[in-house]
């Protein structure tokens, strides 16, 4: 990244679109809540932003993104200390690790996701376009399908767990189940 | 083994939604800590989680756009007969091991977003605002609130929707067939939508539209607020802009303060600022952007159900409320108040004299109280007993009413014949009567707007039967303060007032006398009045407004 495009902001967002997906799978695993990742991607952003401006040269960006992220993360633990439920330390410092781990080929999970989509039947393939995609509510999915809350709970992660199983096969990493 | 997996999903799955309560929690943290196959399950379904969370990212592989409810009945069904999962009971001794804790979910009143965009430079603001369209809209959460409707007929009759309603983030359509609704977004972004409109409340900080119209005000504090519509985004940067989606499809844009970001096309290839007194249209067709004339009146900016008033940024009419109308044209044409009792009239009153006592009008609220001006003792123009010390001293008589008319310029220049086709609306007042405007009063008629200045035109109106004989003053009085004097105005003349009020002024007076003219006045071979032909008029008597 040539000193030219320090301060070119067409330039910062590209390379963030580019590299969102790792920088925002890397803090859903380390806060395990959607909203509270939204908020951190936001103010993740702006920092690297801010420090996007002042930095001489960011040679890779996605590590640098997570380094601000992790950051960001440990800020908004000790800020929501007394008021959230967290991860003990131990197990914090594990998913650490391992969230980078996984991110390192996130381009190719993602293609793989992908065609595991494209292999769900119709109706399964809906229920995660409403989670996902429209961004619809478990509560508004139990109404949907008609069933109480907890079903449609067990029918999302039933999905989701099918998802990752298969995502896993496509990837060809070691045998898990 | 495969109903570890089948728990761990749920776990994980309400956490994520932060659903868990404090034991599953707990379990969850346990089942990680003690098993490393958990921990690498745990960490592929938060990744697939975030990637399935990329907005855009399934387009091509067909998903489907319908809902079907025989999909889903089917689906019901088959949960029906799968086999429950229990989740068991976490030990005591690993619970204590933690801080007793409670998940408490909060959500931001102020769009975060909004708020640190303030403290930015303008190329962080821009960067700002194009990633926050980017980044995945959250669903769901309580962003707005319903703060006033006026004859709204929604289509969703099973849920209606009243004053006080939150309104959530999601894909929910609303149909508001007619009349007009007003919604305060948690951010202070106020949006006023026009019936037949549809929309759906994208974002906190983003309203869709599907066809309709919708005029927002949006403060600092929410700079960023979007109205997306089929074929273009409008991105505030500070300003109060009015956007419509004709059932064609093609999308108006007309900001009337500030200025804002059109991203146009479909896939966004034009992006353009578009600043105060500037409007474009884009084709729903072809997307093509062209100017447009900026029409200020063309949306409802401010609505109060409680005084029935819808305004689309038109000055208020003094005229119409002297008709008993709120200022907006519900007056009627012809009424009047009769100086001398304070009542409204609509017959015809002939010379008569008065003493000057000031006279409350209780039939209209707009008007505190009328008055016939004689300067023999302290002249009240007010019923907070405000003086005008500079009235001139008259002979107490008047004639006729303070009536609600309409007229035109030319008629009052000119003299010449009355022309039907007379559309501005004016105040007829003979010499020597005085009223009195309670401007407070009016400022609740429409709340979040300011009353800015008072205009008018004035002359003598062509009535007068003795044209040479007319000889008027004109007062225009703030809180019984002189602010404007026009003496010995005669027929064929005419004169502007414009005078600016603040806020703080609370009553505004206008007076007209009898121009020093003697008691008693010899023309040719009559003998007449001091008051004889001095019918005054106020064209066009506004109160200039602007939102706050």
Redesign the interface.
Known sequence: MGPENL?N?DF??RQ??NH??RI??FI??LV????D???I???T??LM??KYRQAEEIKDFAAWGMRVAHFKVLEFRKKQY????Q??S??FD??IG??AA??EN?DA??EA??KC??KLD??S?????M??????????IAA????PQH?A??????L??Q??RC??KTLKVEE?? | ??NK??LL??L?????????N?SQ?RLL?QM??NDP?S?????????????????G??Q?????TE??SA??????EE??T?PP?EIPAVSKKSQED?KP????????KVS??SI?SLA?SS??L???I???H???????IETATLTDSMNAKWADIASPVEKGTRLV???KRWLLREGYAELLFDNQARVVLEGPAEFQILAEDRVGLSYGKVYARVPQTAVGFSVYTPNAKIIDLGTEFGVQVEIGGNTQLHVLKGKTMLMAGKTDRVNMEISQGNARKISGKTGEISDICCRPNHFVRVINSESNCVWRGQNLDLADIVGGGNGFGSGTIGMSIDPTSGKPSSKPEGRRGASNDYRLVASIPYVDGVFVPNGRSQQIVSSQGHLFQECPETTGLTCENIINVTTNVDFLVTQTQYVSDASLRAISMHANMGITFDLQAMRGLIKGVDIQRFQSQFGIRRYAVRPSASNADFWVLVDGKLKFKKEHVKIGQFHSIDIELSENDRFLTLMITEGDDPETRFLEDMVLTAIDSDWGIFIDPVLVLSPK
């Open positions: 301060k902001p910062f967002v963030l679109m969102r997906k925002y799978a859903l695993t395990a809540n959607t909203s990742a939204d908020d991607m936001q103010d952003a702006l932003w801010k007394e008021t959230k439920l991860f003990n131990e197990l594990s998913l391992g969230a996984a991110n996130v999970r993602f996701l992908k989509l494209s119709e109706k393939r809906y229920l995660v376009q989670r996902h995609q429209k961004g619809e509510t478990i509560k508004s949907a399908i008609k069933m079903t709970y067990k029918v999302i992660a039933r989701h767990e998802l990752v995502v896993h898990l189940f | 083994m495969k997996y089948s999903s749920q994980i799955e309400g956490q994520l939604s932060g659903e868990l404090e929690f943290q990680m800590l196959e921990l690498v399950y745990y960490i592929e379904y938060t990744t697939l989680w975030a990637l399935l969370d990329e907005a990212g399934f091509d592989i067909g998903f489907a809902f079907d999909m889903m009945d089917a689906f019901a949960e029906r799968a999962i933690e804790t409670e998940i408490k979910k909060v959500h931001p975060k977003f640190v930015m190329a962080a821009l960067f700002v194009v990633y926050a980017f980044v995945s809209m959250r669903r769901g983030t999601g894909e």
